[in-house]
């Protein structure tokens, strides 16, 4: 890892441990309320400057020149937020789908994915792109097995294969080669 890919990890964890700071104040207020309202006070108290309730579909953070920062919105199928670099461009983005599949994808400053994190029906996976923003490799951990995959050069119509396969099935380990069509060609053990 450089050190600028380091500085930038530093940056996001930084700004996600700020939001979810944020968000622990914002709802622990609101909380104490609600529960002082069950029990059947109606005038709960509630810290001044905050509002009960907010209802949107979209939020839309700007700095002092109107240029965008940051979006949480819902779309029909998911929740999202993403945060924008300094040219405006999405950074990084967080959704959570209806399905239930749940990603962070990191962009680089062209605007291509170039690191996604997946939990997918409980079942993660963290894919890394190339410089065409293109999976070259990606790590997949699933109840019985746990595979790493190495992909070759994207095809005529779009899509990568798998070139080269590590992985543990059923607590044996294993190593595989496929051919230009995705199928195993040869295995070990």
Excluded: H
């Excluded at 059947?40 to 509002?51: D, L, S, V």
């Excluded at 920062?69 to 937020?81: H, M, N, P, S």
């Excluded at 994207?154 to 798998?162: E, L, R, W």
């Amino acid at each position: 890892m450089s050190r600028k890919q380091y500085v930038l990890l530093l940056a996001v964890v930084a700004i996600m441990g700020l939001l979810g700071g944020g968000l622990v104040q914002i709802s622990l207020p609101r909380a104490t309320a609600q529960a002082a309202a069950e029990k059947g006070n109606e005038e709960a108290p509630f810290p001044r400057g905050y509002t009960r309730v907010v209802t949107t579909q979209f939020l839309q953070i700007v700095d002092e020149n109107m240029k965008r920062q940051a979006f949480l919105g819902y779309e029909a199928d998911r929740i999202r937020l993403t945060l924008f670099d300094a040219e405006g461009r999405g950074a990084i983005e967080m959704s959570v789908k209806k399905q239930g599949e749940r990603f962070i994808r990191f962009y680089d400053p062209s605007g291509l994915p170039r690191l996604s994190l997946v939990l997918d029906k409980a079942v993660p996976s963290l894919a890394v792109a190339n410089t065409q923003g293109v999976c070259a490799a990606a790590l997949r951990a699933d109840k019985d097995k746990t595979a790493i995959r190495f992909y070759g050069p994207q095809d005529k119509a779009g899509s990568v294969q798998p070139l080269l396969g590590l992985g543990n099935i059923g607590g044996k380990g294993a190593l595989v080669f496929f051919d230009n069509a995705g199928k195993p060609v040869w295995m070990a053990p």
